[in-house]
């Protein structure tokens, strides 16, 4: 697989985005949040979802142009119309403004209604816990996944994350979907051609399955059974139901893609100031603590290192900063599909 550094995925990512009609200073903003997730490790939600973005981009399902508007603002709470664009525009002013909120107020909620795919949400929460704050992120999206015990689709796999800042240590974390994987990751082994392990989904009859192209994403399965499925819920209330948002069969969305094609999406960040609790520094000094009492206790059998959330992704990111980011072939070849007809040339001699 060939590396490309940061900046060469970057460059070449936000130029495809404005051959789409994305304004630059968006572009910028959008290959910066997939690279990152590159950097980490987690390409499911990096360059991986250029192409399916750009083919939402053409078929008018979400908007190249589109301007966030601001609803409500009441002080300490903000609800924000994404105007069906690219996620992470409104993601980024989103947070941007709850953590200037949390800063003024000391905590605040900012949620978001008719926005799309945010890429990873570890992005905006660990830019909370870069300002000083602790933060929550929730969202949910279109009628994938059915619900426990049954067998029609009414959510999405419903993430979640939560950042922490420590002091000497890596910020701690933690992004995660509500079922075993995110859909997207299924997608990037088809891509592969890589079997897939046979807990994260069911072909289209419910049977267990390693074969990515038979692994149905209709049929992915909740983290924890019941437990998961509890957790998705909550985050389709926070990020659905009380953002006036599109939520399980109901179709709230001013878009022309319902159900399982929706592409609208509710999220709702939680911003806290962790000075109006306790001195960000002691708060940072803690937590490097708890993340080295974590790490110095007895590992189990086999395991040669106690990891904390994100600390693995901060590692990586740290590599690939370095040696720069590996990339699939087959994916070079589909960036290269649609950087060439623009006039971007080859993206690895880029």
């Known amino acids: 697989m060939p590396n490309v550094t940061a900046q060469q995925l970057r460059t070449y990512t936000a130029k495809i985005f404005t051959g789409h009609g994305v304004p630059d200073?968006?572009?910028?903003?959008?290959?910066?949040?997939?690279?990152?997730?590159?950097?980490?490790?987690?390409?499911?939600?990096?360059?991986?979802?250029?192409?399916?973005?750009?083919?939402r981009l053409d078929t008018g399902v979400m908007n190249a142009k589109a301007e966030v508007?601001?609803?409500?603002?009441?002080?300490?709470?903000?609800?924000?119309?994404?105007?069906?664009?690219?996620?992470?525009?409104?993601?980024?002013?989103?947070?941007?403004?709850?953590?200037?909120k949390a800063k003024q107020h000391g905590t605040a909620a900012v949620g978001v209604r008719e926005s799309t795919h945010l890429g990873a949400l570890a992005y905006y929460t660990e830019r909370a816990a870069n300002a000083g704050c602790f933060?929550?992120?929730?969202?949910?999206?279109?009628?994938?996944?059915?619900?426990?015990?049954?067998?029609?689709?009414?959510?999405?796999?419903?993430?979640?994350?939560f950042a922490a800042p420590a002091g000497e240590e890596y910020p701690l974390v933690l992004d995660m979907a509500t079922t075993?994987?995110?859909?997207?990751?299924?997608?990037?082994?088809?891509?592969?051609?890589?079997?897939?392990?046979?807990?994260?989904?069911?072909?289209?009859?419910?049977n267990k399955t390693t074969d990515p192209h038979k692994?149905?994403?209709?049929?992915?399965?909740?983290?924890?059974?019941?437990?998961g499925f509890g957790i998705a819920m909550m985050v389709e209330i926070l990020s659905g139901v009380l953002l006036n948002s599109s939520f399980g069969h109901t179709e709230l969305t001013e878009g022309t893609a319902h159900g399982k094609a929706r592409v609208a999406k509710g999220y709702l960040f939680l911003v806290v100031d962790i000075?109006?609790?306790?001195?960000?520094?002691?708060?940072?000094?803690?937590?490097?603590?708890?993340?080295?009492?974590i790490r110095s206790g007895e590992p189990a059998r086999g395991?040669?290192?106690?990891?904390?959330?994100?600390?693995?992704?901060?590692?990586?990111?740290?590599?690939?900063?370095?040696?720069?980011?590996p990339l699939d072939d087959a994916l070079v070849t589909e960036l290269e599909s649609l950087g060439m007809p623009l006039g971007l040339g080859s993206l690895v001699s880029a």
């Open 25 to 55: 200073d968006h572009a910028q903003i959008v290959a910066h949040n997939l690279v990152e997730a590159d950097l980490r490790g987690v390409e499911s939600h990096g360059v991986n979802l250029v192409s399916l973005y750009c083919t």
């Open 69 to 100: 508007t601001i609803e409500k603002d009441d002080g300490t709470t903000a609800l924000l119309h994404g105007g069906l664009g690219l996620g992470q525009i409104a993601g980024t002013q989103a947070m941007d403004l709850a953590i200037a």
């Open 135 to 161: 933060a929550i992120a929730v969202q949910n999206g279109p009628t994938i996944v059915p619900p426990f015990g049954g067998l029609t689709g009414i959510f999405s796999t419903n993430p979640f994350s």
């Open 180 to 206: 075993a994987v995110a859909g997207n990751r299924i997608i990037l082994y088809r891509k592969r051609n890589q079997e897939i392990p046979d807990w994260w989904a069911t072909d289209a009859d419910g």
């Open 215 to 227: 692994a149905s994403l209709d049929h992915l399965q909740w983290f924890g059974g019941y437990k």
């Open 275 to 293: 000075n109006r609790f306790i001195p960000e520094a002691t708060f940072r000094q803690y937590m490097d603590t708890l993340i080295r009492d």
């Open 303 to 325: 395991v040669e290192r106690i990891y904390v959330p994100g600390e693995i992704e901060h590692l990586r990111r740290a590599e690939r900063l370095a040696d720069g980011i």
